[in-house]
């Protein structure tokens, strides 16, 4: 596991606010150290897990670690914890992937027990999300396809041929989508203009898995290419493969590359790239709003303690956005 070194100190005007940035550390699953309990804590996104995790060990107030970060996970039986009250136990399927994510805030929000503060996402918003919610832009991503080193399917692809594939269009290719409630998912289908509703159709068989009626197959925890076979191929984060393959995150490439769209290589930070966007931060609105709020010293705005840590945003392989990091305008 590397552990990398950046010696920056940022000083807070009144001087209560520091962003500790002397060891980057390698994500890990959940808080780690002291508080058990942070002040803000969420679920969500398997896209920016790692990254938020980092950030949870690098910002502090008054040099005490205030967000907690909770990994996304398939799993209907193992929980964790968000704060010191047995309310606050929820399993990891509950929040997993950028769609659960916000519902789970959107229900701790509603049922007022403080159990979570924010979501994570690498989704923005959609008409159809919960109300009274913002989501901030703190990093930049870009995703392409991922195949196998020794597999059947080409590395290069034009823009056209990709959609033909995940329109069912070329028969020696079988697309894999991530699972439902993934914002990867959502942003790759966005692309080729593929709706949720044509998939429960049957408009693309290939897209829905064979214990749904289709002709497709299961679908895959997003970011995680060891179960993929030679004929297969899926969307991957080029942020998330960079870290896994330099050891920031957790190393679930298994034998995939990523491969070349329109191209442009799929290189760290290449913004080049055709399929780029935005990862946030989704925040209750109130809390935006008010800047005496934790919520926002952390998320808002470009001079935000998040936004400030681009130290880790970048060895999490993610872009920075420089004035628009902690833009509060998408709101619900």
Same mark, same amino acid.
């Given at each position: 596991? =590397?552990?990398?070194?950046?010696?920056?100190?940022?000083?807070?005007?009144?001087?209560?606010?520091?962003?500790?940035?002397?060891?980057?550390?390698?994500?890990?699953?959940?808080?780690?150290?002291?508080?058990?309990?942070?002040?803000?804590?969420?679920?969500?996104?398997?896209?920016?897990?790692?990254?938020?995790?980092?950030?949870?060990?690098?910002?502090?107030?008054?040099?005490?670690?205030?967000?907690?970060?909770?990994?996304?996970?398939?799993?209907?039986?193992?929980?964790?914890?968000?704060?010191?009250?047995?309310?606050?136990?929820?399993?990891?399927?509950?929040? =997993?992937?950028?769609?659960?994510?916000?519902?789970?805030?959107?229900?701790?929000?509603?049922?007022?027990?403080?159990?979570?503060?924010?979501?994570?996402?690498?989704?923005?918003?959609?008409?159809?999300?919960?109300?009274?919610? #913002?989501?901030?832009?703190?990093?930049?991503? +870009?995703?392409?396809?991922?195949?196998?080193?020794?597999?059947?399917?080409?590395?290069?692809?034009?823009?056209?041929?990709?959609?033909?594939?995940?329109?069912?269009?070329?028969?020696?290719?079988?697309?894999? %989508?991530?699972?439902?409630?993934?914002?990867?998912?959502? @942003?790759?289908?966005?692309?080729?203009?593929?709706?949720?509703?044509?998939?429960?159709?049957?408009?693309?068989?290939?897209?829905?898995?064979?214990?749904?009626?289709?002709?497709?197959?299961?679908?895959?925890?997003?970011?995680?290419?060891?179960?993929?076979?030679? =004929?297969?191929?899926?969307?991957?984060?080029?942020?998330?493969?960079? +870290?896994?393959?330099?050891?920031?995150?957790?190393?679930?490439?298994?034998?995939?590359? %990523?491969?070349?769209?329109?191209?442009?290589?799929?290189?760290?930070?290449? #913004?080049?790239?055709?399929?780029?966007?935005?990862?946030? =931060?989704?925040?209750?609105?109130?809390?935006?709003?008010?800047?005496?709020?934790?919520?926002?010293?952390? @998320?808002?705005?470009?001079?935000?303690?998040?936004?400030?840590? /681009?130290?880790?945003?970048?060895?999490?392989?993610?872009? #920075?956005?420089?004035?628009?990091?902690?833009? /509060?305008?998408?709101?619900?």
């Amino acid at each position: 596991m =590397n552990r990398k070194k950046a010696l920056i100190a940022v000083a807070a005007s009144a001087g209560a606010l520091s962003l500790m940035l002397a060891t980057v550390p390698t994500a890990s699953a959940d808080p780690e150290g002291a508080p058990t309990y942070r002040e803000l804590a969420g679920a969500g996104s398997d896209t920016t897990m790692d990254l938020v995790n980092a950030l949870s060990q690098v910002v502090k107030i008054n040099d005490v670690k205030v967000i907690g970060s909770y990994n996304a996970s398939p799993s209907t039986t193992e929980t964790f914890q968000t704060k010191d009250d047995p309310n606050c136990v929820f399993t990891r399927a509950q929040g =997993n992937g950028s769609g659960n994510g916000v519902k789970l805030l959107a229900a701790s929000i509603a049922a007022g027990d403080g159990c979570l503060q924010f979501a994570r996402s690498s989704s923005s918003k959609k008409d159809t999300d919960p109300t009274g919610l #913002t989501w901030i832009p703190f990093a930049k991503d +870009a995703v392409t396809f991922a195949v196998r080193s020794d597999g059947s399917v080409a590395k290069s692809l034009s823009i056209a041929e990709l959609t033909a594939i995940y329109k069912c269009e070329t028969p020696s290719v079988v697309p894999v %989508l991530p699972q439902l409630n993934s914002g990867t998912r959502s @942003f790759w289908l966005g692309r080729f203009g593929i709706t949720e509703d044509q998939i429960a159709a049957g408009t693309y068989p290939c897209l829905l898995p064979k214990s749904a009626g289709g002709q497709g197959v299961e679908y895959t925890q997003e970011h995680d290419g060891r179960q993929l076979k030679a =004929n297969e191929i899926q969307p991957y984060s080029i942020a998330v493969w960079q +870290a896994q393959a330099s050891g920031a995150a957790a190393d679930r490439r298994g034998m995939t590359v %990523l491969g070349v769209l329109e191209g442009k290589a799929p290189t760290l930070l290449n #913004t080049a790239s055709p399929y780029n966007r935005n990862v946030f =931060n989704v925040v209750p609105t109130d809390k935006v709003t008010d800047p005496t709020s934790t919520e926002y010293t952390v @998320f808002v705005g470009k001079d935000s303690l998040i936004c400030q840590a /681009t130290e880790a945003i970048g060895q999490q392989g993610f872009g #920075t956005l420089g004035d628009t990091c902690g833009d /509060t305008n998408s709101r619900s």
